[in-house]
């Protein structure tokens, strides 16, 4: 049986076999770095989950995981030059390593390999890959685009938050989850219940990576505790905390949210006196819970042997108990 | 018959007619008003043409016609931003009038839609299709690199530059000839012909704006005349000139070829003098005409009707025949 490890082995090892072009090294060079960040690769791994829970062959995945992680990292290059990102994963970003017009051309051509791997999905799978790919890339655009429109206003709900996180991070999993489905022999059910799986399972994610962003061991995380209070990110413990504070809290939080401060420890530690004053920790992650209890219920939906189901829900569960 | 102004008048009205996303505003406004340059439309032009000659319903290609101008519109986008273009066709830049941000994301977004579009071509030719376009948008993506790196370089050969306008400008038109072929019902060698049929009349095409650039006239053409001296670019008859000039000419024109002046005017008549005296207009338009008559020999290659040529044929001189 495959573990989140073992799929993340094999997956890794096909990638790094990938030959990219050497020439222009302007546009190459940087796909060749990016790719070797690392990371969790969890959409692929997802994908390649997905394709043998209808008893696929997930050798005959590989290439459409592969696009999939091409076009999670165009994202990461894009994003990185729109947030001015120094660094990420400890290391220099592309716009910073070279600079933002190679970093803008070099996310295009990622963006346009991504669909080079998906167009090696077996044939009578391409129009319905195409699709859910194309639809997916539109909505992650606009996800984009609201997390940004969110950063200068003051009114954003917990809705507008969830709907956010959905098209920006969730989409993508989901799509990842539908496209292992297609590539594994899926009827229209059994894809579709995939696709809602890996949505309620972004949403999840991306909660837990608002939770760990405040809570989490910073060693292990890689990244500074508190970095989204710093950055005056709206996430859900903010949100949360918002709909649910006092009105000195609520004024407290959104004067400490509006500004840049010298002293951003003593900034993170009074953002999570209110948190846990307000048991904001405790409110995240039942929201997370239920998200991940949700992806849970469309996988039991499916119908295949819920022997098959094992690897998904052992994938599912060892997501859940991140701690980084 | 089509004419290209009627084959123009088909496409902008089926253009107009499309209703793109109005939220968010940041990412579909420019999407629209990016559109609202308007332009000569040759690739979806072309395109429709190229469905036509085997016999096809133009209102069949429309779609992927579309998403033909919106990948062109795309190019343009992300292009302005690494040239720091303040202006396009007289109207500020997207990224002049909104910022860098939201271009790169709406240019992304656009990237993206133009494979919706062309998804929409029919089933028994997707493959194709898409194989076509997404081997053409890295190409594109390679063709810009190397423009970029041109800029530095003083040792650009006029086979570099020719396979660099190839990239660049001459793969898109021949995969908008070839998806109309495709559209139309072509066969392979059918294709073929017409996707080389579209790369050498791109490769005309773009030695025709660098002779137009030097010698066109201001009002019509609708950008100063002399621009690519102005910003030094090594075009086609630059670097014809450097092949053929004295040594005194070529050290004068590598020495006006390095450097900002205050006096544009006098560098561009000076520029102009050195081409007059190597006869450089003469030796561009015939490059020009010569893979004018390459692109007309292919089409001449293909196994229809002669009188199913005439509209392409027509096209071509009349796309030759342009003074702007």
């Known amino acids: 049986m495959y573990s989140i490890k073992a799929l993340q082995e094999i997956f890794s090892e096909s990638l790094s076999d990938q030959q990219f072009k050497q020439s222009p090294a302007e546009l190459y060079d940087p796909v060749r ?6 990371g969790k690769r969890l959409r692929p791994v997802f994908l390649l989950a997905g394709c043998d829970l209808f008893g696929g062959d997930i ?6 995981a592969i696009g999939i992680e091409l076009f999670h990292n165009f994202t990461l290059l894009h994003d990185d030059i729109m947030d001015q ?3 990420r994963r400890g290391k220099s970003t592309v716009h910073q390593k070279w600079d933002t017009n190679i970093a803008i051309l070099s996310g295009d051509t990622l963006f346009a390999l991504a669909y080079q791997y998906l167009l090696e999905c077996e044939r009578e799978v391409l129009p319905e890959v195409m699709e859910v790919f194309t639809r997916t890339a539109i909505e992650v655009c606009e996800g984009q685009q609201w997390d940004m429109n969110f950063e200068n206003r003051s009114d954003v709900s917990i809705d507008q938050y969830l709907e956010m996180i959905r098209l920006k991070t969730a989409v993508l999993f989901a799509c990842s989850l539908k496209i292992g489905a297609l590539t594994g022999g899926a009827d229209d059910a ?3 219940s995939l696709y809602d799986c890996g949505m309620n399972l972004g949403i999840a ?4 990576d608002d939770l760990l962003d405040v809570y989490s061991d910073e060693d292990i995380f890689g990244k500074k505790t508190g970095g989204d209070i710093v950055a005056n990110k709206k996430t859900f413990p903010y949100l949360k905390a918002l709909e649910t504070a006092s009105s000195s809290q609520h004024e407290r939080l959104i004067s400490l949210f509006q500004r840049q401060t ?3 420890t003593a900034k993170v530690s009074e953002v999570k006196e209110i948190y846990s004053q307000l048991n904001i920790r405790e409110h ?8 991940y209890a949700r992806a849970l219920q469309n996988l039991e939906s499916v119908r295949v042997d819920d022997q098959r189901k094992g690897i998904l829900v052992s994938l599912i569960h060892e997501m859940k108990d991140r701690t980084y």
Request: proline share 6%; charged share 20%.
């Open 284 to 291: 995240t992650r039942d929201a997370m819970n239920d998200y």
């Open 85 to 87: 990102a120094p660094l």
């Open 190 to 192: 059994g894809a579709r």
């Open 33 to 38: 770095y990016i790719l070797s960040y690392g």
């Open 205 to 208: 994610f991306q909660l837990q």
């Open 262 to 264: 010298d002293d951003d």
């Open 59 to 64: 050798q005959a995945a590989l290439l459409p």
